[in-house]
């Protein structure tokens, strides 16, 4: 400490760029990587080049698990993965409580019941610790809706933050010791979290003792003297927002105090020693790996944290070999969702679909497959054969050049096969993150005739052009803005485009972005089959047995916005219905990472819920219906029947950027149960394999 100059503390605190500190070499003082979880570690990326990590199951399936052991377990994996991706720091756990059930990061957090998801997150942060890897459990405090998530006022009284919305928080660092927590975006009782003098000096150093460091959710920090006075640690992302040069001008004007900035450098000093930075460097590249071993901790974590809410006379497990045919239905069977959208979804090593975990299990054969309904929010990204570079290679082509010059040769050119590119502040050498052009060019080949249509959502300025005409130009940026990619990116462009089967479409578009964060997503929706929902209806009274895997996917569930319903989105509830009416026997698989409404429920004969299961949630499903597992999972949240049955939905969108959370204690299952409102299934359910019977009761 005495041989930093004023200099080098305010800068080490400022932050580098988007995911490391600053290092001080003169003195030996490493550079700190942190990396976004908390279903895995992933890393940095460019456009869609990511590090392939491990996908563990997302929180509320930990959540569903009731398992501190396996918490301890997915936290030491997390730990591992956060090595691999040679970061010193892992952005989880996420331990908001599921105030209502519509939270677009519902997914991301363990539960509803603060003691669970204080359980849990404990466990967590102790697997991750035994890795020399700090976690920052987050977002601290109050994040507990997506909307205007930056800037709304959680006015929380005392006995409910208390012994509610902070008692997961309080019980990491009282526990276990955490070394890290992460400052919500929200202001807190009138304060931004990030200079919160209540919630970071008295309550989180002062109670409860915390000797580890803060760090502000990425550009939630916006006071210099406040946050310093509060005891934030490290604003980011870098280049420095209020520490650096503005905490150097701060100190020698006399608004802060060097005192201050001396216990912050402590704070990160420990960090660092912590997390043994001085051995493990930065810039290290990143690893991924696939162990057998880890998968199958994955695997047993999704069957463990997997819900079977309903199993009339028997239906499940349904044994392989005992049936001849099986119809396999739904949005979701194809596509699987193993994770949410927003900062927490990454590349995940290979991971199979339903369709296919089915299939391994039960046998091509006897499995027949129709999707029945679509539920794309956004026109569907193209990552599969459809698609050629224009020098013939499967996926897209993407050049970047340094600011808006395209004339000469891009800096560099990557082939990718999905047409959704995030760009956390990075950029490739010789192109200035902050400003920069990315051309994105591939030959699509229509499987069908017919117009289809072709979208453009993008942050920054930009154009779409097909075969030639540009049918997108937005030079400026001006396009009005809508909810994907944190209610940066734009409205989504839909241009019908009339096609012949075979007859390949040259799409490019071109962005340039003058933002830390950027993004641009093409995506192409081809004619729909109007006979697809009969088809499978059909095709379900053919079989006799129907699973149908029902859902949302990361663009309903997403951080970023909350959802606006319950309901499943498209003509999922009707597909259920009719299925349920000419099948035999009907099993539905809900791919959902939050509550949805299932009107159909007392109709089919069983029920199992087993969210975003991370990358091993396939296999895990079919484990479970077929009887090598057991259905682990009881669930952590209250599923409503309306969702005008949650207590929080009284006072649920923010008045004039004030949040009054003026149900108290009493959201969830607690208030529905205090006023008597019979839940769709209550909040603990969950049935095992086998029979039961009530004995007499025993004093043992
Ligand atoms: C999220 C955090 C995340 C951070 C860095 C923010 O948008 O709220 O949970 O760790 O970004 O990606």
Known sequence: MSALTLEEKCRLLGGASTWRTHAIPRLGIPAIKMSDGPNGARGESLGANRTPGLNIPTSIVIGASWDVGLAQELGQLLGREARRKSAHVVLAPAVNLHRTPIGGRT???????????????????????????????????????????????????????REFYLRPFEATVLDTGAWGVMSSYNKLNGEHAANNIELLRHILRDDWGFDGFVVSDWFGAHDTAGSIEAGLDVPMPGPSTVYGRHLLAAVREGRVSEVRVDERVEALLLLIERTQAHERPAS??????????????????????????RNERGTLPLVPGSVRSIAVLGPNARVTRTQGGGSSSLQSIETVSLLKGLAERYGEDVMRYRRGVSIDKLAPIIDDETLRTPEGARGWRVEYYDRDDVSGDPRRVDTTLQSALTYFGAAPPGVDPFDFTVVVTGDY??????????????????????????????????????????GFGSEEQLHGIPMKKGVPVRIEARMRTRAGFSALRIGIRSPEDPNEFSDAVALAEESGTAIVVVGTNDE??????????????????????????????????VNAGAPVAMPWLEEVD????????????????????????????????????????????????????VQKYTEGEWFGWRGQARAGVEPLIPFGHGLSYGDSAWGAPRVV
Do not use: C
């Open 445 to 486: 080949l229509p499987t069908v005739d017919g117009t289809h249509d072709v979208s453009l959502v993008l942050t920054g300025m930009g154009s779409l052009r097909v075969n030639g005409e540009t049918v997108v130009n937005d030079p400026q940026g001006l396009l009005p803005r809508g909810r994907e990619y944190f």
């Open 107 to 161: 997914f991301e957090y363990l539960s509803e019941d603060p003691e669970l998801s204080a359980r849990l997150a404990s466990a967590i942060v102790r697997g991750v610790q035994s890795n020399d890897v700090s976690p920052t459990v987050k977002h601290f405090a109050g994040n507990d809706t997506e909307i205007d998530r930056m800037t709304v006022d959680a006015q929380i009284d005392e006995l409910t933050l």
């Open 606 to 657: 069983a029920v199992l819920i087993g969210f975003f299961g991370g990358m091993e949630m396939s296999r895990a499903i079919a484990d479970v219906l077929s009887g090598e597992r057991d259905p682990g999972g009881r669930l952590p949240i209250v599923y409503p029947r309306r969702l005008e049955d949650s207590p929080a939905m009284r006072d649920y969108a923010p008045v004039n950027g």
């Open 284 to 309: 290290s590249a990143e690893q991924t790996v696939d162990d057998a071993n880890e998968r199958e901790v994955v695997r047993r974590a999704a069957a463990a944290g997997a819900v079977l809410v």
């Open 556 to 589: 309903w569930e997403t951080e970023g916005h909350d959802r606006d319903t319950i309901v499943l989105p498209g003509r999922q509830d009707e597909l259920v219905s009719r299925v349920a009416k000419v099948a035999k026997r009907t099993i539905v698989v």
